[in-house]
């Protein structure tokens, strides 16, 4: 049963875990001569990542006053809207409509939720323990927001609040673990997600399936209902 096992999992203790926030995905760089990127998974047609620190100047206190030499793992959202489509209403455009969109709504706020290095040091050898008492040094400001790590007991009752909350869930990190850029090794990191239930018909307008989606962005592919 996936969910003894993961309620299992939980409680031994031996992993520490944090809200997963429902937002796009963006690694904020500011290398040794100070400049800054914020950026996604999604790369230009000239096959560099797009930098979208410009569409959140809200956020540039916080990043002017980060040293040289770190690098945030971390997810754009938005604190009211629920939904990573609501995010790409923003990033997806051109700046100055982006700008405008939120400042006659809501701003995009920045939920890091880990740190590959930080004042020209690397932490990719670093525990998960270590570098939450890197992130834990960090001020959160009204659109700067840190995760908060939980553990045994109490990460299985944040995991129940949060799913009540209608939140996305969480994701879980064995103790001791250190960052594999690429990897995904198995139990190491795991994302624990509400249960979805769909109910669907067939109106007789329809092709057979040809094969399995197995791309990484569900949502997204037009035919995943």
């Not at 031996?14 to 760089?29: N, Q």
């Not at 995010?87 to 051109?94: A, F, Q, S």
């Not at 890091?112 to 525990?127: H, R």
């Not at 109910?199 to 949502?219: M, N, Q, R, T, V």
């Amino acid at each position: 049963n996936q969910k003894e096992e993961t309620k299992y999992m939980i409680k031994t203790g031996d992993y520490v875990g944090s809200l997963k926030r429902d937002g796009h995905y963006a690694r904020f760089i500011k290398d040794e001569d100070g400049n800054m990127i914020l950026q996604g998974r999604t790369k230009s047609v000239s096959g560099e990542y797009l930098n979208k620190i410009e569409w959140v100047p809200q956020c540039q206190d916080f990043f002017d006053s980060i040293p040289n030499g770190t690098c945030f793992l971390g997810e754009l959202y938005f604190p009211n809207q629920k939904g990573s489509r609501k995010v790409t209403t923003i990033l997806g455009c051109l700046k100055n409509k982006a700008l405008d969109r939120q400042n006659k709504g809501e701003k995009l706020c920045y939920y890091i939720f880990d740190v590959w290095a930080i004042n020209g040091k690397s932490m990719l050898n670093s525990s998960i323990e270590n570098r939450i008492n890197v992130l834990n040094s960090f001020l959160e400001t009204d659109y700067i927001k840190i995760a908060k790590y939980y553990e045994g007991e109490k990460l299985w009752i944040k995991l129940g609040e949060y799913l009540s909350n209608g939140e996305e869930g969480i994701v879980i990190t064995k103790k001791g673990s250190k960052p594999e850029p690429g990897k995904r090794t198995s139990r190491k990191t795991l994302k624990i997600k509400q249960e979805i239930n769909v109910d669907a018909f067939l109106d007789g307008d329809y092709k057979p399936a040809s094969k399995e989606y197995k791309g990484k962005e569900l949502p997204s592919w037009s035919y995943w209902i």
